[in-house]
């Protein structure tokens, strides 16, 4: 994102707001929903978003890894 990096507890938080939602602190900020919350299907779901906007928004190129 403009040449800035970030952790990926950054990106696991950005996505999270993203994809899965968002709960309202006493104070008025948002976190993101936890995805541990989430069972095997609805998180296959949220990978599988997490990666096509990863591909599609910041041209991220994934491989797969040959079995040794």
């Known amino acids: 994102m403009n ?5 990926a507890e950054v990106w ?8 899965i939602g968002v709960i309202e602190l006493p104070n ?9 919350e989430l069972d095997t299907a609805e998180f296959s779901i ?8 990863a591909v599609t ?4 190129t994934f491989y797969e890894l040959e079995s040794a």
């Open 46 to 53: 949220f990978c599988q978003k997490v990666e096509a906007h």
């Open 12 to 19: 696991h938080e950005q996505f999270k707001r993203q994809f």
């Open 28 to 36: 008025g900020q948002v976190v993101g929903m936890s995805s541990t």
């Open 3 to 7: 040449g800035r990096l970030f952790s």
């Open 57 to 60: 928004e910041l041209g991220v």
